[in-house]
């Protein structure tokens, strides 16, 4: 059960100017966290992260690990150097602190210093101790990641930052696990990250406010976010459970346990969509509906929580801030990441290097 703390067009560079000036009325109005960022550097595109600076961990326990690490390797063109090998026992769903320090350690090693972020080939193993295995990846294992009860974590330094670069800057390097239940599951992700590079799609995005309130947590940005990118991008706040047969989701937020009809529709290319809820990040699967289910029917990204974070919206993807970054041109990876202040109990997954709104 998840726990409540006490206490229709397409950005261009027409439109990057408009976008500036909405985008810094949006941040006026929004709470703190969202709103420390520095308004002139708005003015510019961003750079997305390219395939010399992205660095795949392949389990070489793990015939499936290795078979996706070479396809992507492959298709996204990634240098061999970039190849970073390690091994331990791929049945495992959660590796403990002292199995994870070693495995670290040697991937540490192998990491050419240029890399700025991993992407891992395995789903199965989700969790380091009481944190994600994707920000154990990204900043090393670290307890202050974790909390028993409704407790604040340890902040990212890269949130809401126009850096790029972030190992160079903040000595981390942002994590994306390309999961799947199978190879074709993977390939299919894979493929649609590639087919999503500057594409510049015409979509929507849907915020959906639901029945379930303590879920529902991050609805307080919604209207902001709405007036903010009114006329610039196709926002659509509804107050319903789930969304059908709609041809043209770019992003989907929403808060339930399990959400309903989302394979009658239609991702674009380079798509996000999560849902905010206690165990969506237990990827192999739970009570809950996993957050694999929205790669499996057609995003390209998705977020999850690996263990009781509380309804905490700082824990989870700022819809807002993830919108904006990724729209001016960085990578899912950048902004997926850019958007989770507290990113220790949650793990990201999809093809990192999609850029569908690059320059």
């Not at 000036?21 to 709470?31: R, S």
């Amino acid at each position: 059960m998840l726990k409540v703390p006490a206490s229709r067009h397409t950005p261009n560079l027409f439109y990057l100017k408009t976008l500036i000036y909405v985008l810094f009325i949006f941040f006026l109005c929004v709470p703190t966290q969202v709103s420390a960022i520095n308004f002139s550097k708005l003015y510019s595109p961003l750079p997305a992260l390219s395939a010399d600076k992205l660095a795949v961990i392949v389990n070489d326990s793990d015939p499936l690990s290795i078979k996706i690490a070479n396809y992507y390797q492959q298709q996204r063109k990634i240098p061999e150097q970039n190849i970073i090998h390690i091994h331990f026992n791929p049945k495992l769903r959660v590796l403990s602190s002292s199995q994870f320090k070693k495995i670290k350690q040697s991937a540490d090693k192998q990491t050419p210093k240029h890399i700025q972020a991993y992407a891992l080939t395995w789903m199965n193993t989700y969790r380091v101790a009481c944190m994600s295995i994707t920000t154990a990846f990204a900043a090393g294992y670290d307890q202050s990641f974790c909390a028993q009860g409704c407790k604040k974590t340890k902040a990212s330094p890269y949130f809401n930052s126009d850096k790029s670069n972030p190992f160079d800057k903040f000595k981390w390097r942002p994590t994306m696990a390309l999961a799947g239940k199978s190879f074709n599951d993977v390939k299919e992700l894979i493929d649609r990250g590639i087919s999503s590079d500057y594409s510049q799609p015409q979509g929507v995005s849907y915020l959906l406010k639901t029945s379930d309130k303590a879920r529902s947590s991050r609805a307080v940005y919604f209207p902001k976010i709405n007036t903010a990118f009114n006329g610039i991008w196709p926002t659509e706040v509804l107050q319903q459970d789930y969304i059908e047969n709609k041809t043209d989701i770019m992003f989907y937020f929403t808060g339930k346990t399990h959400v309903e009809k989302i394979q009658s529709n239609k991702f674009l290319p380079g798509a996000v969509a999560d849902h905010l809820t206690s165990t969506g990040g237990v990827l192999p699967g739970s009570k809950q509906m996993s957050s694999v289910e929205w790669l499996k029917s057609g995003a390209t990204g998705s977020y999850g929580a690996v263990i009781e974070p509380c309804n905490f919206v700082q824990k989870f993807p700022n819809p807002g801030i993830m919108m904006q970054y990724y729209l001016r041109g960085n990578s899912l990876i950048e902004a997926y990441w850019k958007s989770v202040a507290w990113p220790g109990q949650g793990i990201f997954i999809g093809e990192p290097l999609a850029k569908p709104f690059a320059y």
